[in-house]
């Protein structure tokens, strides 16, 4: 959609004048995720402008990321390196096991009927789908597979990534995504079914359904926990941040349990939640963001992508409105999904600019 000069002016007047709410004097800080390989200076400098502190990649190549930190370095941007059990950690088990299958997480057979009819032709981008946010579909799936996060070997080869990462000369962080399950509830595979046994006899007062819950939360994060301990044990002063995805349907909102710096769960999916919503999640995350964990901050994360046709479109307007509502509901730190889409429209990187820049 396109707005004039004139109409953009008019709603972005307002944060001329904002104001932080009474009693909290933490600035706002806006970290994104992606970054534009192809002309990296001058992303940088508009990621800058638009008022971007940190930006996250998905890119692991410790050369590459040399790169990035340099360029971004120059823009007072920290550059954060991601790793996530899916694709590329798979590329890793095969060259490190290569007579081994990928451990892949298992799913149900109506599990994987659901994921043979999400990925027929355009369909997700015609039923709802929800992309690993919370599921409106009967057997929702994710379309991406993950190995499954009790895997001893994957565990091996993902601190071997974060080695390699806490090496790279200036790196500010690591962070951590697809740490989840595809149906986002649980895997299937022959060990996890026998680990939920053993839980299930060794608490025989707690329900089977909720047995099974707190198994499969448990397992990300514990799994997400040590991999973040073993973070700081290799550079004690290595950030940590996560974003929650995909969604663990049984909780949204288990992340306040992780112990890293920065935890971000979705206040503001890609999709258009009610503000009310929105304003709910947006408080849970602030005020529970120290109840296991005291390092822990808690972040609003804003999912925005400039696809008409595949993402509903959030206009100017409606980005603003996200943001005003995390921010008055206690959220001080926000990340954005992608970044690299927000700076690319003008319009989007001005709202971002007024309630993020210098």
């Not at 990621?47 to 120059?74: H, S």
């Not at 002063?237 to 049984?250: K, Y």
């Not at 009310?276 to 120290?290: G, L, N, Q, V, W």
Request: net charge negative.
């Amino acid at each position: 959609m396109t707005h004039t000069p004139l109409l953009l002016a008019l709603f972005l007047a307002p944060l001329a004048g904002f104001s932080q709410p009474a009693g909290d004097d933490r600035g706002l800080s806006l970290a994104g995720w992606g970054i534009d390989e192809k002309d990296l200076d001058a992303f940088a400098r508009q990621a800058a402008e638009a008022g971007f502190d940190e930006l996250i990649t998905w890119n692991t190549d410790p050369a590459a990321l040399a790169g990035f930190v340099a360029a971004c370095a120059r823009h007072r941007i920290g550059v954060y390196s991601c790793i996530a059990p899916m694709s590329g950690l798979a590329g890793l088990w095969r060259k490190r096991y290569p007579d081994r299958p990928v451990p892949w997480q298992v799913m149900t057979g109506d599990e994987e009927a659901a994921l043979k009819f999400v990925t027929a032709g355009e369909n997700q981008y015609l039923i709802g789908y929800q992309f690993g946010g919370e599921p409106r579909l009967t057997h929702e799936v994710l379309t991406t597979r993950i190995i499954c996060p009790g895997d001893a070997n994957a565990r091996e080869l993902l601190e071997s990534q974060i080695q390699a990462i806490a090496a790279v000369p200036g790196i500010r962080g690591l962070a951590f995504d697809g740490f989840g399950y595809q149906n986002y509830r649980r895997c299937h595979c022959e060990r996890c079914e026998g680990l939920l046994a053993d839980y299930r006899e060794a608490h025989p007062d707690m329900p089977g359904q909720q047995a099974e819950v707190v198994f499969f939360r448990d397992m990300l994060v514990e799994t997400l926990n040590e991999l973040a301990r073993y973070a700081r044990a290799q550079k004690p002063d290595l950030r940590t941040c996560v974003h929650i995805w995909p969604v663990f349907a049984p909780e949204p909102l288990y992340g306040n349990r992780l112990d890293v710096d920065l935890c971000g769960q979705t206040a503001a999916w890609y999709t258009l939640w009610p503000v009310e919503r929105i304003a709910a999640y947006s408080r849970a995350i602030s005020a529970d963001a120290t109840e296991f964990h005291p390092r822990q901050q808690g972040v609003g994360m804003l999912g925005y992508y400039d696809r008409p046709g595949r993402f509903p479109e959030k206009d100017a307007a409606r980005v603003n409105l996200e943001i005003e509502t995390m921010v008055q509901n206690g959220c001080r730190s926000i990340q954005v999904c992608g970044s690299i889409d927000a700076v690319r429209n003008a319009e989007i990187a001005a709202v971002f600019r007024k309630w993020f820049g210098d």
